[in-house]
């Protein structure tokens, strides 16, 4: 690791292994490369950020674009960014959001627990539309401020507080319907539900952007090139003739032993 850290300081870039990083695990901008010290494989993590490097020569400015996958592998190919996905999902298994999907099922078949209660008295429920014996309700009472929060603080006057909370529903108000509370929850759930499906859409559309494709394609050369070369052929073979041309600048010298 020294050679190359040596290696990649003589070309005038700045590196720090013993930071945290900004990143996941390390970080590249403006010819300084940052590997965590808590990375569990501070190379791998290295040659990813280098790649980030190599890119921003092919393609200045891509740190705010992403670049193109026309511009990093000189080809309109269909088939290169299905290819990078697969080596992505490979080379690291965030990619996937395994827990967050897992986290969304769950929340799903909440929904669907608290939509067949709820029918158990109404029905004709629908969630996609109006539930009006409901509005009609929750009008007249505190438990309104519910719909938009899962816990509230209500101020009563001078030194009295209230606090009301989607998981003391029945406690806190006696009289209500157990449909009603139970659409209360079954909100919340539609609620988090949307937060989850924003968090998976901002990591999917992070790890698709063609700089990190990129990126962790050449990570992934790196630690196990037959696994991404079985993984990606198009991808690799095209990539294979551009590092041998010298398109990838110095990235060459540092996959010497590989090609």
């Known amino acids: 690791m020294k050679d190359l850290i040596n290696y990649i300081k003589s070309l005038g870039i700045e590196v720090h292994t013993s930071t945290k990083a900004r990143g996941?695990?390390?970080f590249f901008l403006k010819n300084r490369i940052d590997v965590s010290k808590n990375a569990p494989d501070k190379i791998p993590t290295l040659i990813h950020e280098f790649a980030h490097y190599i890119h921003s020569k092919i393609e200045p400015g891509m740190e705010k674009t992403g670049g193109t996958l026309e511009a990093l592998f000189k080809t309109d190919d269909p088939r290169i960014e299905k290819e990078l996905l697969a080596v992505t999902h490979f080379v690291d298994e965030n990619?996937?959001?395994?827990?967050?999907?897992?986290?969304?099922?769950?929340v799903k078949e909440q929904i669907k627990k608290c939509e067949s209660i709820i029918k158990q008295d109404y029905p004709k429920f629908m969630r996609s539309k109006k539930f009006k014996e409901f509005e009609k309700y929750i009008k007249k009472t505190d438990a309104k401020y519910l719909m938009k929060y899962d816990r509230i603080k209500l101020v009563k006057g001078f030194w009295r507080t209230k606090i009301y909370s989607i998981d003391t529903i029945e406690k806190d108000f006696?009289?209500?319907?157990?449909?009603?509370?139970?659409?209360?929850r079954l909100h919340s759930y539609q609620k988090k539900q949307?937060?989850?499906?924003?968090?998976?859409n901002k990591i999917k559309?992070?790890?698709?952007?063609?700089?990190?494709?990129?990126?962790?394609?050449?990570?992934?050369?790196?630690?196990?090139?037959?696994?991404?070369?079985?993984l990606a052929p198009n991808a690799y073979e095209r990539f294979s003739e551009l590092l041998n041309e010298g398109y990838y600048k110095e990235l060459k010298s540092v996959l010497a032993e590989l090609f």
């Open 194 to 200: 949307t937060r989850i499906s924003a968090r998976i």
């Open 24 to 26: 996941h695990n390390g």
């Open 174 to 184: 006696t009289d209500m319907p157990k449909a009603f509370a139970t659409y209360i």
């Open 95 to 106: 990619s996937l959001c395994k827990k967050l999907e897992s986290h969304k099922t769950v």
């Open 205 to 230: 559309k992070y790890y698709s952007r063609p700089t990190e494709l990129f990126a962790r394609f050449v990570q992934g050369v790196y630690t196990d090139s037959e696994r991404v070369r079985a």
